[in-house]
């Protein structure tokens, strides 16, 4: 048994060869662009998700669930402004082709978005997630309601 999402995903490229770049290089930025996510934006992006929690359960935010959202809010514009300078020159985070790392991020940023962080600085990055949830599989995965 192998947990943490991003080991999984790192582990299913290289046993299937599929979604994932073919060389070294390509392979080790891939793991760049996955422990960034882990370092910068996850752990924002878990302090922003509580404000969707709160919406999604009905239930009240008090004053230090307030001081949380404010921190992950206060934290999010540095990593995703990395994240809308990549995609300048990318459709997706490893370049064309869909693949594992989008993986990782799409779910993430689709998150931060409905947690109520605007992406209105960062256009690349929200015309990016409404890529990814232009995808067919998209459509098909079962999520919570609003998510």
Not at 68 to 80: N, V
Not at 106 to 112: A, G, K, R, S
Request: net charge neutral.
């Amino acid at each position: 048994m192998l947990p943490e999402s991003h080991a999984i995903l790192a582990y299913l490229g290289e046993k299937t060869g599929r979604l994932r770049p073919a060389s070294p290089a390509g392979r080790a930025e891939a793991l760049r662009w996955l422990f960034f996510l882990s370092q910068h934006i996850m752990p924002a992006a878990g302090e922003v998700a509580p404000r969707f929690c709160a919406k999604l359960f009905g239930r009240p935010l008090d004053e230090a669930g307030e001081a949380t959202i404010k921190r992950g809010e206060e934290a999010l514009p540095a990593a995703l402004a990395i994240a809308e300078d990549h995609l300048a020159q990318n459709k997706w985070m490893m370049g064309a082709e869909f693949g594992l790392v989008d993986c990782a991020y799409c779910p993430m940023l689709n998150v931060i978005e409905k947690s109520g962080f605007g992406l209105t600085e960062f256009p690349r990055v929200a015309a990016y997630l409404d890529t990814c949830r232009a995808r067919p599989a998209w459509a098909q995965t079962p999520r919570l309601p609003g998510l």
